[in-house]
Nanobody
Framework: QVQLVESGGGLVQAGGSLRLSCVAS????????MAWYRQAPGKQRELVAV????????NYADSVKGRFTISRDNVKNTLYLQMSSLKSEDTGVYYC?????????WGQGTQVTVSS
């Protein structure tokens, strides 16, 4: 059974940084294009960043370009999201899953709260 466990969220002031991690177990992680998604209060879940299976390409939502960096370690079955210059609109619950479209059950996510 595949399990996705996100961590690294927290409360941070605007302009600050956080690094999120997502550990995938029970799957051949390295074959999947993976992504970070987020869901702000009262809004639908949105795609934030995508990385190909071998890290050869990445894509970002316009709202986070230049501020977020997605990466992965296929040996550790771990996906990362380095977030900097955080803004209040980055507040939400962050999840990892496949892209395009989720291919596993969603994990519990990790809460990111940016105070202005």
């Amino acid at each position: 059974q595949v399990q996705l466990v996100e961590s690294g969220g927290g409360l941070v002031q605007a302009g600050g940084s956080l690094r999120l991690s997502c550990v995938a177990s029970g799957t051949i992680f390295r074959v999947n294009t993976m992504a970070w998604y987020r869901q702000a209060p009262g809004k639908q879940r949105e795609l934030v960043a995508v990385i190909s299976s071998a890290s050869s390409s990445t894509n970002y939502a316009d709202s986070v370009k230049g501020r977020f960096t997605i990466s992965r370690d296929n040996v550790k079955n771990t996906l990362y999201l380095q977030m900097s210059s955080l803004k209040s609109e980055d507040t939400g619950v962050y999840y990892c899953n496949c892209a395009p479209g989720a291919c596993y059950d969603w994990g519990q996510g990790t809460q990111v709260t940016v105070s202005s």
